[in-house]
């Protein structure tokens, strides 16, 4: 136990990366190297370079060849609050390009109780099986009863198997096994890491749940230093109006904030606002499904819900959320507003293991497709899917998981359904992955974010909301210009993303929350908690010598990494572009009625933030200059 | 949160598995913190063989003298809520000592549900709370 824990680390580290080969069954244990921590910290830093490392150019992301990254961070198993983010990463089966997702929960600190800092699983076994790490052992053990079991049912059967409700479990799904592009991973029942197709990943390895335990202790080098630390990153989220709002309504108190701002992409973005949607709000959820608010581990925001329908059709049904996505992809994009059925298809992705995001993009995109005659009712198995029929979504949810009927091409997810449909233009992605959050043709540096993203369109790799509470003067001084303070301009917003996006990356790196971690509404408070306070608890965990600036560039480096990874699998400037609806069609509705992004205020946009990573700005390749500072690869 | 601050407190790392307070899951949403009860006739002290449990008269609770423990767990046996454990680590007696009077647990408790409290003072706030019962049901009829 203790011993075991000896590492060149003072401590965070458990100081060993697993290695698992599924073909033949070898496990191996490798130390952490103190370069390697010091240059990508954890989390997604490390997956991200891992995959850089270990991949091929054009490595099928079904093949044995891809790799399964199941990667903690620094300060999980350590008090700092929400330190409770795991990454897992592969080349994505959906995407083609680089591919991760982050989940909450227990899983992550119990990897670093369990000796480890990230499990690194590559080929392919020949019959199901499961990862059981415990206490620096590991072994893999049949699955075979487990295969076919849902979620829950699979969670059950493990901790009754192994005789210990405290096992932590990430397991995938029906819909991984049957290969679906976008089968996700689920944390204990509850935490979705959802994006990207890391359960179909695991499926393709035959691979049906890692689940770990562990008893050692994760060490911290300066206990005085760090709980000063820790409080002064309490107390700023102790004061902010964020962290109240997170904890009485969840990320569903964003449904008023998209509504107000008529940025839902609703009805596969044809809709800028919703009727009727205070049926579907973060207040509706509360008072009508809400058991109890939840929190991962750690965490003081607590933003996690438990719900239940205890009446009517559905009843009964307990399961974790809705959040925000939930009732934007499973409500807004498929016009839904039963709260009870958005809650019910939920539970099914979660169950079945299915990216709900991705899901109900797909079946928005295929009733915009029957309703505009593309597709017919025999194609999608005599199913009457037009908007706002919850019973379609619900039934092809299954479908989907299973990849029965129509369900097979659903299970592609948008960007294969629009070619091969020839209906490219009702995909909406970006590198294959579809748009969430929200609707950016009036906000075109959130388009920006969406289309840069590593990962395919995502709303969390940047932070484009800087110039909604910026002083000019706070502009003037990080980003040059005054001018990032004003929302109507866009002189200066190419660069303010690309800096959000090397310092959203940093919780990535270090297990964090970002919910805990970015919410503010002040920028001197986002550099003071997501920058100076994060270093002084890594360098007072770690012992690693680091300031706030080599931090950013910690940021920086990963995030040239994931475009390097792009840049080998042939992405060049072309796939930085939001998709074309948001040129072509006005929004329809809403207070941003009449906005459409515009290609030369885009292109320059582009220019500018190329520009500011210094990459190519014609090809978006990092320069060899850019990438020697940052010392990569 | 009570558990990481617990080990934190005691043992200055990161494992909840040290805690002296669990929270125990109870499924659909239920989760119950446990830990030492401080009880008046506390069972671990009287089965103690080596007088490593002992009662410290100057805050009158039960507290461990590691050096006398010899983890032979019959505390662990014979406590009613299993609050004493064998601590992972040292293999000796390990049970909630309220942190000098200001339990960590309760200070950084983020949904502020722990609190700290004396058994005669609760049962007058369980006295007040049944009164306001019986003036509601007074006021009814």
């Not at chain 1, 996690?304 to 049904?317: H, L, Q």
């Not at chain 1, 998981?401 to 091969?420: H, N, P, S, V």
């Not at chain 1, 001084?477 to 005054?482: M, R, W």
Request: charged share 25%; glycine share 10%.
């Amino acid at each position: 136990m203790g011993k075991e824990t000896m590492s060149i680390f003072a401590g965070g580290y458990a100081g060993k990366i697993l290695y698992v080969n599924l073909t033949d069954g070898s496990i191996e244990k490798r130390p952490l190297e103190r370069d390697f921590a010091l240059k990508y910290i954890g989390g997604r830093g490390f997956s991200s370079r891992i995959l850089w490392d270990e991949l091929e150019t054009k490595t099928d992301p079904l093949s044995p060849d891809n790799r399964l990254i199941i990667a903690a961070g620094p300060l999980n198993g350590t008090p700092t609050p929400s330190a409770s983010r795991l990454v897992v990463a592969a080349k994505s089966p959906l995407t083609g390009i680089l591919g991760d997702t982050n989940s909450g929960g227990y899983f992550s600190p119990e990897l670093k109780y369990s000796g480890f800092d990230a499990i690194v699983l590559r080929g392919r076994s020949s019959s199901p099986v499961y990862l059981w790490v415990r206490d620096g052992k590991a072994e893999l053990r049949s699955a075979k009863h487990l295969w076919g079991h849902k979620i829950s049912e699979t969670n059950h059967l493990l901790k009754e198997e192994l005789g210990d409700e405290d096992i932590h479990i990430c397991a995938m799904g029906p819909a991984g096994e049957n290969l679906v592009r976008y089968a996700c991973v689920i944390t204990d029942g509850e935490g979705a890491g959802g994006r990207c197709g890391m359960g179909a990943v695991m499926g393709s390895k035959n691979l049906k749940a890692v689940v770990v335990r562990g008893s050692q202790d994760v060490g911290i080098a300066d206990p005085k230093r760090f709980k000063e630390a820790v409080d002064a990153y309490r107390q700023t989220l102790e004061g902010e109006v964020w962290t109240d709002v997170l904890r009485r309504l969840g990320t569903a108190n964003l449904v008023a904030h998209r509504q107000k701002l008529g940025i839902w992409g609703a009805k596969n973005f044809q809709r800028a606002t919703i009727e009727g949607w205070e049926k579907i709000s973060g207040e509706a959820f509360r008072e009508r499904f809400l058991v109890k608010v939840m929190g991962c581990m750690g965490c003081m925001v607590r933003c996690r819900r438990y719900s239940a329908i205890k009446e009517g059709p559905f009843a009964p049904t307990y399961t974790k959320g809705p959040e925000y996505e939930s009732i934007n992809s499973l409500g807004a994009k498929p016009y839904i507003t039963d709260p009870a059925i958005i809650l019910r298809a939920h539970y099914l992705c979660d169950e079945y293991g299915i990216d709900e995001q991705t899901a109900g993009s797909s079946i928005a995109m295929a009733m915009e497709l029957y309703e505009r005659g593309i597709l017919t009712k025999e194609q999608v198995d005599g199913v009457e899917l037009v908007f706002g029929n919850g019973e379609a979504l619900l039934h092809f949810i299954e479908k989907i998981a299973y990849r029965r009927g129509f369900g097979d091409l659903l299970a592609d997810g948008t960007k294969i359904m629009g070619e091969r449909l020839k209906a490219d233009y009702y995909a909406i992605h970006v590198k294959g992955l579809e748009v969430d959050a929200s609707d950016p043709r009036s906000l075109p540096t959130r388009a920006l974010t969406y289309a840069v993203s590593t990962r395919g369109s995502c709303h969390l790799r940047g932070f484009p909301y800087i110039d909604e509470f910026i002083k000019p003067e706070e502009a003037k001084a990080y980003f040059g210009t005054e001018a990032v303070s004003n929302l109507e301009s866009l002189e200066g917003k190419g660069k303010m993303v690309a800096w959000s996006e090397n310092w959203v990356t940093i919780p990535n790196l270090m297990g964090v929350c970002i919910f805990a971690w970015n919410r503010s509404r002040s920028f001197p408070m986002l550099i003071r908690r997501g920058l100076e306070l994060m270093n002084e608890i890594f360098v007072a965990t770690t012992g690693l010598p680091m300031t706030k600036e080599e931090l950013y560039h910690c940021g920086e480096r990963v995030y040239n990494v994931e475009k390097l990874f792009n840049v080998r699998e042939g992405f060049r400037r072309e796939s930085d572009y939001p998709p074309l609806r948001f040129f072509e069609e006005e929004l329809p509705d809403g207070p941003g009625k009449g906005s459409k992004l515009k290609r030369e205020e885009y292109d320059q946009l582009l220019d500018e933030y190329y520009e500011a990573r210094g990459w190519d700005k014609k090809t978006g390749i990092p320069t060899p200059a850019t990438l020697k500072a940052l010392g990569v690869p | 949160m009570c558990e990481l601050i617990c080990a934190f407190h005691h043992h200055q790392v990161g494992n909840p598995g040290r805690a002296c307070i669990r929270v125990i899951a109870l499924g659909q949403g239920e989760d119950i913190p446990v830990t030492c009860l401080n009880c008046e006739k506390p069972p671990c002290l009287d089965i103690c063989p080596t007088g490593a449990l002992h009662r410290d008269e100057s805050v009158g609770m039960v507290l461990v003298k590691k050096d006398f423990c010899i983890g032979c767990a019959m505390c662990v046996n014979v406590c009613p809520v299993g609050a004493v454990t064998l601590d992972l680590v040292e293999g000796v007696a390990a049970k909630c000592d309220l942190c000098e009077g200001d339990p960590q647990c309760v200070a950084y408790c983020p949904a502020k549900v722990l609190k700290l409290t004396d058994a005669g003072q609760f049962a007058k706030y369980r006295m007040k709370e049944f009164a306001k019962f019986l003036k509601c049901q007074v006021g009814e009829n």
